[in-house]
């Protein structure tokens, strides 16, 4: 069993969003050819890892990689309606394979990171010419959001030259209140800047006593205790264009690969969790 600190999906992990089963799933291919370098591969992996009948294993098609004498191969194994892939490089005689990332250093790490990270109109605090932006992608009912939230109330006031983004990524598979929150905190935003970050808190502050029966009346309680106009804010809450700008935020975390709550990215660098040390550590090795 895998514990995370931090909130994943059920279906993270699952084949085409598929629920779990308990028939093994095989992997939808057909078998490699024999003497293959796929199939030798294949051969290689189940007897490396003990995989045996009830796992499916998908491998391929290769591919030629940025170095001449190695291949790319494609590797998906699936097992209990569960599935997972990564990339093997083998050399080109089929003899050596090679388990781990190939890495241009001729280019920068986090280039495609940072052309899909946009603080666009979402909520922020902190300098906006900031040489440190934090973009945090978070659910209000994901626990460890709550512990970043707790994180970042420390460590923020020490780094006030550090920007904060928040983007709404609610869970909506395992979290019933979550896109509700979200809304509400939008709404909230959509009133002021600072009437979010308010809203921000208290949604998080109420976390343990917020349940799918009362998020209503909670998040209108909230409202109210933060002077917002509440004719506005109802308004604003069912109006369509308030989810689809949830859904918008949404969509950027899928571009970027985003599995867990809380995704932070600092400067690009990506920290999955509520991992104080090492969003230190990269705060400071940007302020170097």
């Known amino acids: 069993m895998l514990i995370t600190a931090y909130c994943v999906p059920s279906n993270a992990q699952t084949s085409s969003g598929s ?21 030798r591969v294949e051969q290689y992996l189940r007897n490396l890892y003990a995989w045996g009948p009830a796992f499916g294993v998908k491998v391929g098609p290769a591919k ?33 394979l090679l388990r ?16 899909k990270l946009h603080v666009g109109k979402s909520p922020s605090m902190g300098p906006e010419d900031a040489k440190i932006t934090l973009i945090e992608f978070a659910d209000f009912e994901c626990p460890s959001c709550r512990q970043l939230d707790l994180v970042l109330r420390e460590l923020l006031p020490r780094h006030p ?33 600072a009437a979010f970050w308010k809203m921000h808190d208290s949604i998080f502050d109420a976390q343990e006593v917020i349940s799918p029966s009362n998020v209503w009346d909670k998040l209108l309680d909230l409202a109210t205790q933060q002077g917002l106009n509440l004719e506005t804010y109802r308004a604003c809450i069912i109006n369509p264009e308030t989810a689809s700008e ?43």
């Open 161 to 193: 030259e550090v920007r904060l983004v928040f983007k709404h990524y609610p869970l909506t598979d395992i979290h019933p209140w979550a896109m509700t929150a979200a809304i509400a905190s939008q709404c909230a935003f959509e009133q002021t800047p």
């Open 64 to 96: 030629p990689s940025s170095i001449t004498d190695l291949l790319e191969v494609p590797v998906t194994v699936s097992m209990g309606g569960q599935s997972d892939t990564a990339v093997v490089y083998v050399s080109k005689t089929g003899n050596f």
């Open 19 to 39: 629920e779990k089963s308990a028939t093994p799933k095989t992997a939808d291919s057909s078998p490699a050819k024999p003497g293959s370098v796929e199939s």
């Open 246 to 288: 949830i859904k918008t935020t949404m969509e950027e975390g899928h571009a970027l690969s985003i599995t867990a709550t809380p995704t932070t990215f600092v400067n690009a660098r990506r920290v999955v969790g509520p991992d104080k040390s090492l969003m230190e550590q990269y705060i400071a090795f940007h302020l170097r």
């Open 100 to 115: 781990g990332e190939l890495t241009d250093m001729s280019v920068d790490p986090f280039a495609d990171t940072r052309s």
